[in-house]
């Protein structure tokens, strides 16, 4: 079992930045992949970001060169680097892992077992 809790969610005004945390807790994998997903409600959930346990990253076209995904592995701890960010960014985030994962080669996967409660963004024009 793997406990996510995403933090840093915050109301910024159009080109701002934020730092979104998801902190890890439970049992922890060797191989894996962590991802950032975002909703708005009545919309699909959309992929932001993905990392997998070799380090490779996968982002939607959306957020290609705005957003950066990483991870701290002696903190279990991943984050989301989210830099002149639009109103068109305002949406809940949430984190999700699913262990046993690799990614393969620019494909945002959809499927993962866990997933944290959610941290709201909202930017204002």
């Known amino acids: 079992q793997v406990r996510l809790e995403e933090s840093g969610g915050d109301s910024v005004q159009a080109g701002g930045s934020l730092r979104l945390s998801c902190a890890a807790s439970?049992?922890?994998?060797?191989?894996?992949?962590m991802a950032w997903f975002r909703q708005i409600p009545g919309k699909e959930r959309e992929a932001v970001a993905q990392?997998?346990?070799?380090?490779?990253?996968v982002y939607a076209d959306s957020v290609q060169g705005r957003f950066t995904i990483s991870n701290d592995n002696a903190k279990n701890t991943l984050y989301l680097q989210m830099n002149n960010l639009e109103p068109e960014d305002t949406a809940m985030y949430y984190c999700?892992?699913?262990?046993?994962?690799?990614?393969?080669?620019?494909?945002?996967?959809?499927?993962?077992?866990?997933w944290g409660q959610g941290t709201q963004v909202t930017v204002s024009s």
């Open positions: 999700a892992a699913e262990p046993w994962c690799q990614l393969l080669l620019s494909v945002l996967r959809e499927d993962f077992e866990y």
């Open positions: 439970g049992n922890t994998y060797t191989t894996y992949c």
């Open positions: 990392i997998d346990s070799n380090g490779h990253t």
